[in-house]
């Protein structure tokens, strides 16, 4: 039997769906009930009927998952896909933040370990980050973990006064505006498409600035045949089955998430297997975690 005709099966048999983020392998996009951004995945691991989530993507993801639906088995195909960025900010520093702004909000990007979300007002994620923070009554925001989406929110919100957190994507900082400018003048008809975790001078040669669903939605709608990419490659993947007709360049060949990409078809055929691999949180841990990620859906819905 092939490995897909088994991971068919054992969905079946374990009544499970399959939740994957664009930054996957092709052939795990292909076999997956959703694909999505990390916004359209929280969504769906909220309302999702079945008993098991088998999340293809970064722990964060399926923690969140698991948050969100508690009484569902959560499985990850492989437990060290993690992302480097869930990790970078200090707790220490947000209670001195707390203590040095009475008004302050603290506004988690999703990309965050359950314990930093437990010390957080709201998240959002990249694609509901502006109208999320807009929303908030609060005038201080301070942004974790990620300085280059905190960054972008900010410049468009200039009532609000951001404290920044230097937490970063190693995959998206990788990305120069040299570069970018290289790939224009090798292409000068194509369009520029740029995720918010790139740095400010990527951000300013930009045609359009979005998740990876945004980054998909604009190439597909736009009249432009040729578009440059800066965020993880896997997006090809969904840009060219929606788009055979146009053309997408990168813009070196470090766009690649080394954690996305240690998932594959035979560890999603494991997992569900032998039900290896659940994500497993503290009962006081998932509770608190869940009040930022809840707002989220609410003001981001
Ligand atoms: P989005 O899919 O929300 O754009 O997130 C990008 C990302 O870096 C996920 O790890
Ligand atoms: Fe984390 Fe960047 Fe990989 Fe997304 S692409 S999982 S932000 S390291």
Redesign the pocket.
Known sequence: MSTIDKIKELKEQRDAVILA?Y?VNDEVQAIADYVGDSFYLSKIAAKEDAKTILFC??S?MGESAKILSPQKTVLMPDMQAD????HMADIVKIQEMRDKYEDLAVVCYI?STARLKTYSDVCVTSSNALKIVQALPNEHIYFIP?ENLGRYIASRLPDKHFIFNDGF????TDISAENVKNAKEAHPQARILVHP?CTPDVTALADYIGSTSGIIDFATANEAKEFIIC??MGVLYELKHKNPGKRFYSVGNHQF????KRITLEKVADALEQMSNTIELEEDVRVRASKPLERMLELGS
């Not at 992302?83 to 869930?86: D, I, R, S, V």
């Open positions: 983020h930054y993507g970064v964060f992302c480097p960025m869930a990309n990620d994507c190693h995959v998206h975790e965020t993880e998430c080394p954690n996305m």
